[in-house]
Nanobody, 111 residues
Framework: VQLQASGGGLVQAGGSLRLSCLASGFIFDKYAIGWFRQAPGKEREGVSFIDSADGNPDYVDSVKGRFTISVDKSKNTVYLRMNSLRPEDTALYYC?????WGQGTQVTVSS
């Protein structure tokens, strides 16, 4: 399994970004996949996961109502749509199946 994340960038508070993760060799119908993030000086935290078998997403409380995770199985890609971004969302975002980790993509939100 190889996970390749992209879509990070610099955005003003209140703005939006969409992260993408191309999951090569991953079987979407068997395992969960999602996103962690790590801000400078902080521990890595789970942001959102989706079990593609039943489509049920999970979100950390701080992003509920602002972030949406989705999967396009035809493209082997998982997305994280991030709206109403806040400076505290600034972090390196990782795509992961928990067994496999991609390289991070940096999200920076300016105030």
């Amino acid at each position: 399994v190889q996970l390749q994340a992209s879509g990070g960038g610099l955005v003003q508070a209140g703005g939006s970004l969409r992260l993408s993760c191309l999951a090569s060799g991953f079987i979407f119908d068997k395992y969960a996949i999602g996103w962690f993030r790590q801000a400078p000086g902080k521990e890595r935290e789970g942001v959102s996961f989706i079990d593609s078998a039943d489509g049920n997403p999970d979100y950390v409380d701080s992003v509920k109502g602002r972030f949406t995770i989705s999967v396009d199985k035809s493209k082997n890609t998982v997305y994280l749509r991030m709206n109403s971004l806040r400076p505290e969302d600034t972090a390196l975002y990782y795509c992961t199946t928990l067994s496999y980790w991609g390289q991070g993509t940096q999200v920076t939100v300016s105030s």
